[in-house]
């Protein structure tokens, strides 16, 4: 048997259990973040990143990660497409159209207000395509070496 939780998304992409016991879900056509009640699926909060690029194709909000220590830092990393200029740095017009690329960015979540602010870009201008991103992101077990 199978019971529909949510509906009316779009895109929804990369689903993730938070660690504020709710569903953490990347609507990749809506440029946003869901959270959703698990037990009855009550949409709870919706979160738009922005300047995100989203052309009908298979861009736009891609994976998210919630940072190891959540609990104290409230920080996510979301993973997505955006536009970049083409460099007019030379002083010289430069003819085409933006660039599609791919960025992660870490985002600071506030549990009170259930926002996002202080997005901070990690990587930049990655290659992005209105088809076939990758995005998907994870934390592993982190291991320290040392040389002797």
């Excluded at 929804?12 to 440029?31: A, M, Q, S, Y």
């Excluded at 207000?113 to 990587?123: F, G, R």
């Amino acid at each position: 048997m199978v019971n529909v939780l949510a509906r009316n998304l779009s895109a929804p992409l990369n689903l993730l259990f938070g660690p504020d016991d709710t569903l953490w879900i990347t609507e990749r056509v809506g440029k946003d973040i869901v959270r959703i009640d698990p037990t009855n699926g009550t949409k709870l909060s919706t979160m738009p990143i922005p300047n995100v690029n989203q052309s009908q194709g298979q861009d736009g909000v891609l994976g998210m990660a919630f940072d190891p220590d959540f609990n104290n830092t409230h920080h996510i990393y979301v993973a997505y497409t955006y536009e970049e200029e083409p460099d007019r740095s030379n002083g010289t017009e430069v003819e085409g159209t933006p660039e599609l690329k791919t960025k992660i960015t870490r985002f600071t979540y506030d549990p009170t207000t259930h926002n996002i602010s202080e997005p901070q870009d990690l990587i930049s201008g990655l290659s992005g395509s209105g088809d076939h991103n990758s995005g998907r992101m994870t934390f592993g077990p982190m291991v320290c070496y040392t040389a002797l």
